[in-house]
C-alpha cells in the first residue's frame, strides 16, 4: 500500500528546498501531503505545493474540511511519518513544549507516526542553549533529526544552520519508513521494570528499576510494527499505545506470564530487572515489628532469562539485560552463556547510573564480533539501536 508522509514546512528561508524533499517523496513512491505554517505561507504561496504534491495544501487549523472530519486526526491516522522540513525555531520550540496553535504543531501532537525535522535557522539561533535544550527534548521523545548543515545563510552570516539538503532528509525519511514495517509479523516479548517480592501485605523487596528502558523498548517494537506483548513489574509509567500489556508483581508471576507467551514469540528482550530473591516464608496479615525476628531467611526466585534460554528454539532470539556496578562486561559476557542468551544488553548502574534515569549508555555484547558501544543517549534512542542490532542478529539466524 502506498504510504503517505504529512511535509511540514515552515518559515525558513531554505522554504524552496521543500519542494525537492517533495520531489524526493514522491520519486520513491511516497504520497505528499503538505501542511504549511500561517508563516510560510507569507514567504511561498501554499498553491505551488498543492500542484506539486496534486492535493490541497493545509495552513489552516479551522478550514471547513473536505469530509465530515477532523482534519489534523485524521491526517495524523494516515500518515506513516511526519517530515517538517524545513523546521524553524520556533516549531521546534512548540513541539517541544507541547504548544499546538496551528495545524502543523496540532498534527504533531495527535500522530504515532515516527517524526523527523531538519532544522534551519541562523547559526546563533541553532547554538543557542534553549534551541539545543528543545532539540534535545525532542530527541528524548524519539524525534529524529537531520542536522543543519555549514555554508552561507540567509542572513549573510556563514556557519551552521542551513537546511541538509534535500536527498539527505529524504534519505533519512525513507529509512524511516522502512522501519516502520520492520518486525511486521513478528511477535516480540518485553519485559520491565522490577518486581516485588512481598514479606506482608506492606513490606516487600525489590529494586529502584523504573521500568523506563522495557517501556521504550515495547514502544520500538510497537513502531516497527512488532505483535507486541509487554510484562511489566510495577512502574508508575503509561503502557505504550499498540502494546498488549500485562502487569505483574512477583518474579513468579513475570516467569508465569513470560513462559505464557513465550511459545509464540520470535524476539524476547528480558528487560526486567527481576528480583533475584525472595522471602521463604509470607504473612496475609501485615507482620508487627516485633513479630519479626532479627534476620528473614529469603531464596531464590526462579531465573525467568535462563528458563527461556532452555526453551529457545533455533528460530527465536533472546535478549537478557546485565545491570552491573563492575566488571560490566566480563559478567554480562558470562550470562550470555550460562542464560543461552543471543545478545546481551550490558549496563553500568549504581551511583545514579541507569536505574530510574533517562539516558542509558548501553554495549551490546553477542557470542560473537565487537561490542557495540552506544555512548550516553536517550532510552528512547537507545531502545532504535537495540532493535536495529536486534533485527540483524534475527537476519543472521534466519539466513
Ligand atoms: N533475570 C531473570 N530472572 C531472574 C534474574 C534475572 O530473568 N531471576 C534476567 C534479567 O531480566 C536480565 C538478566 O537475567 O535480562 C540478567 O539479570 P541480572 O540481574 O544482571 O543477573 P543475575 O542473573 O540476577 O545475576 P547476578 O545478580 O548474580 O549478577
Given at each position: 500500500m502506498k504510504k503517505t508522509v504529512a511535509l511540514g514546512v515552515s518559515s525558513?528561508?531554505?522554504?524552496?528546498?521543500a519542494c525537492e524533499v517533495l520531489r524526493g517523496f514522491q520519486k520513491a513512491g511516497v504520497e505528499v501531503r503538505v501542511v504549511m505554517t500561517p508563516n510560510a505561507a507569507r514567504l511561498i504561496s501554499p498553491l505551488l505545493f498543492s500542484s506539486l504534491a496534486g492535493t490541497r495544501t493545509i495552513v489552516d487549523l479551522f478550514e471547513e474540511p473536505?469530509?465530515?472530519?477532523?482534519q489534523h486526526v485524521a491526517l495524523a491516522k494516515e500518515i506513516s511519518l511526519l517530515c517538517v522540513a524545513p523546521a524553524t525555531a520556533n516549531v521546534i520550540g512548540k513541539f517541544a513544549g507541547g504548544v499546538a496553535d496551528d495545524f502543523l504543531t496540532t498534527l504533531f501532537l495527535a500522530t504515532r507516526a515516527p517524526v523527523l525535522v531538519a532544522p534551519a535557522m541562523n547559526e546563533a539561533m541553532v547554538l543557542h542553549p534553549r534551541t539545543q535544550a528543545n532539540i534535545a527534548r525532542l530527541r528524548a521523545l524519539g524525534v529524529e533529526f537531520v542536522e543543519p548543515a555549514q555554508g552561507y545563510l540567509a542572513c549573510g552570516d556563514q556557519g551552521?544552520?542551513?537546511?541538509?539538503?534535500p536527498e539527505a532528509i529524504v534519505r533519512e525519511g525513507l529509512r524511516i519508513l522502512g522501519r516502520t514495517?520492520?518486525?511486521?509479523?513478528t511477535t516480540v516479548l518485553v519485559t520491565a521494570g522490577p518486581t516485588r517480592e512481598p514479606l506482608d501485605p506492606v513490606r516487600f523487596l525489590s529494586n529502584p528499576s523504573s521500568g523506563k528502558m522495557g517501556y521504550e523498548l515495547a514502544r520500538e517494537a510497537v513502531a516497527r510494527g512488532a505483535k507486541t506483548i509487554l510484562i511489566s513489574g510495577p512502574t508508575s509509567l503509561i503502557p505504550p499505545a499498540g502494546a498488549r500489556t500485562v502487569l505483574v508483581n512477583t518474579a513468579a508471576e513475570m516467569e508465569k506470564a513470560c513462559l505464557k507467551a513465550f511459545p509464540k514469540a520470535d524476539i524476547v528482550v528480558m528487560a526486567a530487572a527481576v528480583s533475584d530473591f525472595r522471602f521463604k516464608e509470607t504473612r496475609d496479615r501485615k507482620a508487627a515489628?516485633?513479630?519479626?525476628?532479627?534476620s528473614l531467611a529469603v531464596e531464590k526466585t526462579p531465573d525467568i532469562l535462563a528458563a527461556l534460554g532452555r526453551r529457545k528454539k533455533p528460530g527465536q532470539l533472546l535478549v537478557g539485560f546485565a545491570a552491573e556496578t563492575h566488571d560490566v562486561l566480563a559478567h554480562a559476557r558470562k550470562k550470555l552463556e550460562v542464560k543461552n542468551a543471543d545478545l546481551m544488553v550490558a549496563n553500568a548502574v549504581g551511583?545514579?547510573?541507569?536505574?530510574?534515569?533517562d539516558d542509558n549508555a548501553v554495549r551490546i555484547i553477542a557470542r560473537k564480533g565487537p561490542v557495540q558501544e552506544t555512548g550516553t543517549m536517550s532510552k528512547r534512542e537507545a531502545s532504535r539501536v537495540i532493535f536495529d542490532r536486534i533485527e540483524a542478529e534475527l537476519e543472521k539466524k534466519r539466513r
Open positions: 525558513s528561508v531554505g522554504i524552496y528546498k473536505e469530509a465530515r472530519t477532523i551552521w544552520g542551513r537546511l541538509a539538503e514495517e520492520s518486525l511486521k509479523g515489628k516485633g513479630e519479626i525476628g532479627p551511583n545514579g547510573r541507569a536505574f530510574g534515569t
